[in-house]
C-alpha cells in the first residue's frame, strides 16, 4: 500500500512540475494570437466551453470578434466564426493553414505519418491524393461507376420508402453513412461493407462505430500534451485495436480479390489488380 502511495505521488509530482513548466514556458514566449476571453491557470478556457460548446463560441464571438483565441488546456486554439474569417482561412491562405492538429488517438498505426486526411502537405501527401484523383475519383472512373452510383441512390429511396410505409424515422445521419460507405467500399472493393446480410459488413460496421465512439471521445491528452506519452484514457490503445481489425478486414478482402482476379485471368473494372498496382510503378510515396 505504501508502495503503491509512493507511486501516485512520484506520478502527481512529475506532472505538477510539467503543468508548471508549460505554464512558464508559455508566459516567457509572447504569441501574436487574436483576442479572446482570459484563461484560468492549467486548465485554460476549457470551463467556457459548457456542455454545448458551438453555442458557447457563438456568444464569446459576439463579445471578442470573428476570430479569437482560446486556450484548452494548454494548447492555443483559433476559432473563427464568420463567413468571411472562414473564406480567408480555407481559401486566401489556405496553403500556409492546410495543416491540422492531430487528435492524439489518430497516431495509432502512425495515422499521422500515412494516413491521406492528416499527414502534412509534402510531397507523400501529394503523390497520394494524386493517386486518389487519377484511380477513384477522375472523371474517367467516376463515369464508368455511374451505374452503382445510381444503384445505391435507389437503395437509399427504397430504404426511405419502407421506413415511411411503417411509419419509421429516419435516422439521416446513419442513412447517408450507409450510402456513401457502400458507394466507396462497390468503387473499391465491388462489395457493400454496409450489408446488414453479409457477416464481413457486420464485423465491419461494428468497428466503425467503435472507431468513430473513441474518436469521439473527450481526451486529456489533446488538451495537456504532457501527457501523451501516458495515454492516460487508454484512448489510442483502444483505438489501436479497432484501427488493427479494420486493416486486418481490408487486407483479407485485397487478398481475396488479388487470388480471385490471379485465377480466373480477368480483371474486373471495379477492382483492378493493375490500377491497385499503379502507383507502385509511377510514384514513389
Known amino acids: 500500500m505504501n508502495f503503491l502511495s509512493g507511486i501516485i505521488c512520484l506520478c502527481l509530482t512529475w506532472l505538477l512540475i510539467q503543468a508548471l513548466h508549460a505554464i512558464l514556458r508559455s508566459k516567457a514566449i509572447p504569441k501574436r494570437l487574436p ?36 486556450k484548452l488546456g ?17 481559401q486566401v491562405h489556405d496553403q500556409q493553414l492546410s495543416n491540422r492538429n492531430i487528435p492524439d488517438a489518430l ?29 477513384i475519383f477522375s472523371n474517367k472512373i467516376l463515369d464508368a461507376n455511374q451505374a452503382i452510383r445510381h ?16 411509419g419509421e424515422a429516419v435516422d439521416v445521419g446513419r442513412a447517408a453513412f450507409k450510402t456513401t460507405l457502400n458507394l466507396l467500399s462497390n468503387t473499391i472493393f465491388s462489395v457493400d461493407l454496409a450489408d446488414p446480410n453479409s457477416d464481413t ?29 501516458m495515454d ?17 478486414l481490408f487486407d483479407r478482402m485485397m487478398n481475396k480479390k488479388f487470388y480471385s482476379n490471379s485465377k480466373n485471368g480477368t ?19
Open 151 to 166: 444503384k445505391k441512390v435507389q437503395d437509399l429511396l427504397a430504404d426511405t420508402h419502407q421506413s415511411s410505409l411503417k
Open 107 to 135: 497516431r495509432a498505426h502512425r495515422q499521422d505519418e500515412f494516413s491521406l486526411p492528416w499527414i502534412p502537405v509534402s510531397t507523400r501527401w501529394r503523390n497520394l491524393r494524386r493517386i486518389c484523383m487519377e484511380l
Open 267 to 285: 480483371c474486373s473494372q471495379e477492382f483492378c489488380l493493375d490500377k491497385v498496382n499503379y502507383h507502385k510503378k509511377n510514384y514513389i510515396c
Open 35 to 70: 483576442p479572446g476571453p482570459k484563461p484560468f491557470p492549467l486548465i485554460g478556457n476549457l470551463l467556457e466551453l459548457g456542455d454545448k460548446p458551438h453555442k458557447s463560441l457563438a456568444k464569446l464571438s459576439e463579445v471578442h470578434g470573428p476570430i479569437m483565441s482560446l
Open 201 to 229: 459488413a457486420r464485423e465491419y460496421k461494428e468497428i466503425v462505430w467503435n472507431v468513430m465512439k473513441e474518436v469521439g471521445r473527450p481526451n486529456l491528452a489533446d488538451y495537456f500534451p504532457v501527457l501523451k506519452k
Open 74 to 90: 494548454q494548447v492555443n486554439t483559433v476559432v473563427i466564426s464568420s463567413a468571411a474569417m472562414a473564406k480567408e482561412v480555407l
Open 232 to 248: 492516460p484514457q487508454r484512448v489510442r490503445h483502444r483505438l489501436a485495436v479497432h484501427l488493427g481489425k479494420i486493416l486486418e
